[in-house]
């Protein structure tokens, strides 16, 4: 009886430790709208930007019950070079994916954010958007997201203000600034989600000079693409170097090129490991296509 009790009251302990309550590839029909169940809601800023000298536009995603009387952590979720505040919005329909993760119980509540990552004066994705300065502008927003738009979110919504309350993930151009900027200030974000990281990643050495800090500090480091993409190489060469230093990390390959099935899915399993404690056992269960 002694040993049953005992048992039975790890197990509780355990799972109150992990919250192992999360999938391993999407469920059908993730992405599409339902009725009947609650929807978050979605603002628009405007921020003054000391970066860029100007004032810079975002949508804010507050999920569905948002109250005044508690505080969120929060998602900063980037779009890729052809795209601009408004890509996510477009394409992958975070909103929906999100408002059916909360029905279903698979998500922690929080904030998502959904800036402009191309940090000029005008950010438009008109033109040439592979223009030096256009893709400059791609790293220039790490000034802008820490120095403007984090503290902008931290004043104006019930934003919690701590490293393990913040998350950054992007799609190409904004997976390779997840890397760089979460990787890079990890005073600032206990969580990264790459989905199909652009040749904006910087080299691994350069990405990961510390990489005990890294094992150490993060709390899940996300890596997916599309088999098919051809940017592929930059998530395997990050993966790789991560493995070489035994830095725990989630690589998911799965079928698909560079576009929004794959960024979707990436968003959906991405978001459930999110502000919950998860073991790094688990990060190895996630499938990698060949
Ligand atoms: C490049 C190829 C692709 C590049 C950027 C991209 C800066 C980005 C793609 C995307 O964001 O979808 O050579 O160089």
Known sequence: MKYFLFSLLSLLLCNCIYAQDFEIQPTANFDQVRTGIPKGKIDTIQYASKTVDTVRRAFVYLPPGYSETRKYPVLYLLHGIGGDEEEWLRGGRPHVILD??????????????????????????????MAPDKVEAFATFEKDLLNDLIPFMEENYQAKKDRESRAIAGLSMGGGQSLNFGLGNLDTFAWVGSFSAAPNTKAPDELIPDPEAVGDLIKVLWLSCGD???LLRF????????????IPHIYY???????????????????????KPVAPSVFGSYEVSN
């Open 228 to 230: 098919g993409d051809r």
């Open 253 to 275: 390959i799965e079928p698909g090129g560079h576009d929004f099935k794959v960024w979707k899915s990436g968003l959906y399993l991405f978001s459930q490991l999110l502000f």
């Open 235 to 246: 998530s395997e060469r990050t993966h790789e170097y991560l493995d070489q230093h035994n």
């Open 100 to 129: 059916n993760l909360y029905a279903d119980g698979k998500i922690e509540p929080m904030i998502v954010v959904l800036p402009n990552g191309r940090a000029m004066k005008d950010d438009r994705a008109a033109g040439n958007v």
